[in-house]
């Protein structure tokens, strides 16, 4: 599987795209050096495709929501300049397979390629660590806990959503309320109180904060 980078940013682009010759993997890097050039080539190809966009401009944000519902062959991955949390939730609300900001590493980069390939969704570490600190004192449990025993949980518990179930976490972890989510689905807020119930029984979760940890793990 290839992947497509376009990185507009100076900043960005003066620290990212060297890391890429440090790594050493099968994966195809192709640097576009415009949104339209991107566009094009996905246009071309038939295979999967992972995208690593810069979404420091509203543009950028466009082209994402047109590549979104134009191809589905292609995970996006979002880069920016140390965006505060709630900004990244929402771009995984979006569709966005991940987020990676200035901290990350080679290393890091190979490890969040390996993972969006494989169907999952990534935040980079220092993200990571903001929704740790989120969460509250149910933190110590998630982590004294087996990391490979939660984790086979979680992932059984998020594939037993239902389509609506799943709906309703995206827009809970967008941060909107009963009343607002109600009106986006069309029902009562009555209803999505009994669907939140019913989410956070079936996750095992008790708030927001492990409701977006469960789900995006």
Request: aromatic share 10%; charged share 20%; glycine share 6%.
């Amino acid at each position: 599987m290839g992947t497509d980078v376009y990185v507009s940013n100076l900043t960005l682009k003066k620290w990212f795209l060297p890391l890429i010759s440090e790594i050493s993997t099968s994966n195809e890097f192709i640097i576009h050096k415009n949104l339209e050039s991107l566009y094009s080539a996905l246009l071309n190809t038939k295979t999967k495709r992972i995208i690593i966009l810069d979404i420091e401009d509203q543009a950028s944000i466009e082209y994402f929501k047109s590549i979104y519902h134009s191809f589905d062959n292609a995970y996006i991955i979002a880069i920016g300049l140390n965006k505060p949390f709630k900004e990244v939730i929402n771009f995984i609300s979006l569709g966005f397979k991940g987020f990676i900001d200035l901290n990350f590493t080679s290393i890091e980069l190979i490890q969040m390629l390996n993972k969006v390939m494989n169907g999952s969704k990534y935040i980079s570490t220092l993200q990571q660590e903001y929704l740790l600190n989120i969460l509250s004192d149910d933190s110590n449990y998630l982590l004294n806990n087996s990391t490979s025993t939660i984790n086979g949980k979680v992932k059984h518990a998020v594939k037993s959503l239902t389509e609506k179930e799943k709906v309703v976490c995206e827009l809970l972890i967008k941060g909107m309320t009963y009343k607002e989510i109600a009106g986006v689905i069309g029902v009562t807020s009555f209803t999505i109180n009994q669907r939140v119930k019913g989410i956070y029984k079936k996750l095992d979760v008790r708030s927001r904060g492990e409701l977006s940890f469960r789900y995006l793990s």
